[in-house]
């Protein structure tokens, strides 16, 4: 019975990224055609990526399921879909918020290959991977996420906007202290985080 249960819960979980995905595919491709600005395209292909691994995903030896890991993750994974482009001109000229998109897009893509099918939403223990871009930062598919929203939100800031970033991305930078929470039983993650030491940003957190 809990195994099914866990099951429908993953299965649920999949449906939902997949539909807030679609909602957010219908937004950013309208204003790509729209206006040609590239900011929200390159963060439609670095949010796609989590439907992507989450689907291909393995099954974890471990899995938080306390009330503040479920908060975290479906702040963090629900608020990017709700971002919202707007035609209103950004503070910076898209070819630099592009730029800060393309970086983070960058980030994203190397730590996700270099993650794999250890790659999921809900924090777990799915492997500790300490290669490539995680020789650095613990948590370098957030970073990139964050640059990547910092770009999108600098071409629309809109209030509305300004709230969903701050609520999602505060929530993913919990969200990564709670993995770390669950990954830090397992011997091989305490030997990582003695070597690596900044979660997201070398020389600042």
Known sequence: MRMSR??????LARAIVATLMAFL????????????RLTGLLLLVSESMVVVFTIT????RRIDRSVDAAVATMLSVAGPPLLRATDAPGLLPDVATALMATVGLGLVIA??????????IVPANRGVIVGGPYSFVRHPIYTGYLITHLGFLIAHPTPWNVMIAITADTALVVRALIEERVLGAD?????YCRRVGWHLMPGVF
């Open 6 to 11: 866990e099951i429908a819960t993953d299965l």
């Open 25 to 36: 595919s219908y937004n950013l491709l309208a204003d790509f055609m729209r206006t040609g």
């Open 57 to 60: 995903r393995r099954r974890a």
């Open 111 to 120: 730590a996700k290959f270099t993650l794999g099918r250890s790659f999921g």
């Open 187 to 191: 011997v091989e993650y305490q030997s």
